[in-house]
């Protein structure tokens, strides 16, 4: 009886003494074909990739989506487009001094506030970053030759890029913006600095696309005279007020201006404008005034849709193609006087006007019927 008692008091301290290890991981809980890996069965979710699995990439969604933290191991060159796509609950990765690609949206949406890139990185693919809301700053290593289109878009709290200036042969940093090399191109404004007011540098030829989309803190961006192009979304969904278009610009882009309700500038299209955008200016609800030179042969479609408070409109002789609503929902316009130079309206360019009191314009002009859709008045034609 003895014996037994003492038995049961041994297993018992035994049992007591010794925790259950619940993040041990082993090979066995990864699959890997030809150097990748495809998948992950473990059950912890604060994950060391062992080294001796021999990877190379990492694959398609491999974690699961309430994965926490993963260390990367050395060995591996490459991040597979989607890796850890919508993994709001890593909030720790280490990345190895292998790695060489971050793929498409790699890491995109995922939770971690830092992220440290190795020297041996030479590529950022497409919204590898996007909607990664708490990252608040990133440094651009020596050797990365390549960011996709929207990598960092949607973070928030990015207040700070920097990068390797002593020996990164393609890129650069200026008071926290990313540059390319020569500052010829502004590739990314943050969207967590605080500055109110931007003052782009005097060497800059182009605004990326997306370059300041979505920021909510800037009221005021001064471009430059030497300005040659404005990308597509440069500025879109932002809240500046205060706009420059220089004598210099040639290009803006397809919504470049989209949705940015607080401009209240007046809007003067330089005449060393060769291309405006679809829809750049669309819904930018408190333009009043909009100039238009002769210049420019084509107003885009959409360019000016539903500036609904736009009451004042020049278009001046050398314009030849208003496109399909290019003016849609300009309530505030109470005269539409269309040049004679112009050859074409498209449908619906000035629907919904519904406040215009008179429509001055050619007998050679064609337009459709649409064209002045919702519109209480007859045309006047001034030959």
């Given amino acids: ?37 495809v998948k992950y069965n473990g ?21 699961p989506r309430d994965i926490t933290s993963v260390t990367i191991p050395e060995g591996v060159k490459n991040i597979d487009n989607n890796a850890f796509h919508g993994r709001d609950k890593l909030v720790t990765i280490f990345l190895p001094s292998s790695l060489e690609r971050i793929g498409d949206y790699a890491f995109k949406e995922c939770g ?86 931007y003052i782009v540098p005097s060497a800059t030829k182009t605004i990326s696309d997306y370059a300041f989309s979505g920021n909510t803190t800037l009221t005021e961006v001064v471009l430059p005279n030497g300005l040659q192009k404005i990308g597509i979304f440069a500025f879109s969904r932002s809240n500046i007020e205060k706009i420059n278009l220089p004598d210099t610009l040639e290009i803006i882009g397809d919504y470049a201006f989209e949705s940015c309700d607080k401009i209240t500038v007046p809007i003067s299209i330089p005449s060393s404008l060769k291309t405006l955008g679809e829809a750049s200016f669309q819904g930018c609800l408190r333009i009043t005034t909009v100039s238009i030179p002769g210049t420019l042969s084509v107003i885009s479609r959409e360019s000016f849709d539903r500036c609904i408070r736009l009451s004042s409109l020049k278009l001046s002789e050398g ?33 919904n006007c519904t406040n215009a009191e008179s429509i001055i314009l050619s007998r050679n002009t064609q337009y459709e019927r649409s064209s002045f859709q919702g519109i209480p008045r007859d045309i006047t034609f001034r030959d």
């Avoid at 049961?8 to 990748?36: C, G, R």
């Avoid at 314009?319 to 005269?335: D, H, S, V």
Wanted: aromatic share 10%.
């Fill in 319 to 351: 314009i030849t193609i208003i496109k399909r609503e290019a003016f849609n929902g300009c309530r505030g316009l109470l005269k539409i006087d269309i040049p004679s130079s112009v050859i074409t309206l498209e449908d619906y360019s000035f629907s």
């Fill in 112 to 197: 971690f506030a830092n992220i440290k890139f190795p020297d041996s990185l030479t590529e950022i693919g497409k919204e590898a970053f996007t909607d990664c809301k708490r990252l608040s700053e990133i440094n651009i290593p020596k050797n990365v030759q390549a960011i996709g289109e929207k990598a960092f878009h949607g973070c928030y709290r990015l207040a700070k890029t920097t990068v390797d200036k002593n020996s990164n042969c393609y890129f650069s940093d200026s008071e926290g913006v990313l540059f390319d090399k020569r500052l010829s191109s502004l590739i990314i404004y943050p969207r967590g600095k605080s500055n109110a007011k």
């Fill in 43 to 63: 059950r912890v979710l604060d994950v060391t990739i062992p080294r001796e699995l021999g990877i190379t990439t990492i694959g398609n969604n491999v974690f």
């Fill in 1 to 37: 009886m003895k014996k037994q008692v003492f038995l049961f008091l041994a297993v018992s301290f035994f049992t007591i003494s010794t925790p259950f290890i619940v993040n041990a991981q082993s090979p066995s809980d990864f699959e890997v074909k030809d150097s990748i890996l």
